[in-house]
T-cell receptor, first 113, second 114 residues
Framework: GDSVTQMEGPVTLSEEAFLTINCTYT??????LFWYVQYPGEGLQLLLKATKADDKGSNKGFEATYRKETTSFHLEKGSVQVSDSAVYFC????????????FGAGTRLFVKA | SAVISQKPSRDICQRGTSLTIQCQVDSQVTMMFWYRQQPGQSLTLIATANQGSEATYESGFVIDKFPISRPNLTFSTLTVSNMSPEDSSIYLCSSRGTGGDEQYFGPGTRLTVT
């Protein structure tokens, strides 16, 4: 079945370090791919998305490229800040089967000053 | 985008009672979703609620335990019935963007059952 696998956390980085959170997916169709972020005590927010192969989603310095050949959508940021500390969820959505979104397990990021 | 509010934001309830969670969207949306999130865990879809039809429940969730109403295109409720401590969780309401496939989430309702 359709699924999303992302790297386990927590990930702890110093401020201004480079961030990569790996995400791979399995899907029978052609999904849209997303990264959502959840700050402490809040709901999820859409961070970025990509709807087709080779698309790059970007927002707030974060980027992810839809790689169909490797079924991946890795999240990157060149220089993290303390305010980026949150849980990051990779997700996919197929416009079939009830239009459901499938979420990864989430990766918690801690950024130290 | 859509702005979603939920009430209550948190509650502490006794075993055997029921709690109804309200979800309000600031625009008309076709699809609304209810999720459960255990602490430190990912989201588990409870059901999909479309206006004018019965909610569609995921495996492991039943209408008697989690009745859902969807009276119009901006509002939904989820009731957690006959609660037990295992129902302690965060419950999230979500809607799907019109014309897009991203989802928008409410801030969640933190439920503790004692």
């Amino acid at each position: 079945g359709d699924s999303v696998t992302q790297m386990e956390g927590p990930v702890t980085l110093s401020e201004e370090a480079f961030l990569t959170i790996n995400c791979t997916y399995t899907a029978t169709g052609y999904p849209s791919l997303f990264w959502y972020v959840q700050y402490p005590g809040e709901g999820l927010q859409l961070l970025l998305k990509a709807t087709k192969a080779d698309d790059k989603g970007s927002n707030k310095g974060f980027e992810a490229t839809y790689r169909k050949e490797t079924t991946s959508f890795h999240l990157e940021k060149g220089s993290v800040q303390v305010s980026d500390s949150a849980v990051y969820f990779c997700a996919l959505s197929l416009n079939t089967g009830g239009f459901k979104t499938i979420f990864g397990a989430g990766t918690r990021l801690f950024v130290k000053a | 985008s859509a702005v979603i509010s939920q009430k209550p934001s948190r509650d502490i309830c006794q075993r055997g009672t029921s709690l109804t969670i309200q979800c309000q969207v600031d625009s008309q949306v076709t699809m609304m979703f209810w999720y459960r999130q255990q602490p430190g865990q990912s989201l588990t879809l409870i059901a999909t609620a479309n206006q004018g039809s019965e909610a569609t429940y995921e495996s492991g969730f039943v209408i008697d335990k989690f009745p859902i109403s969807r009276p119009n295109l901006t509002f939904s409720t989820l009731t957690v019935s006959n609660m037990s401590p295992e129902d302690s969780s965060i419950y999230l309401c979500s809607s799907r963007g019109t014309g897009g496939d991203e989802q928008y989430f409410g801030p969640g309702t933190r439920l503790t059952v004692t």
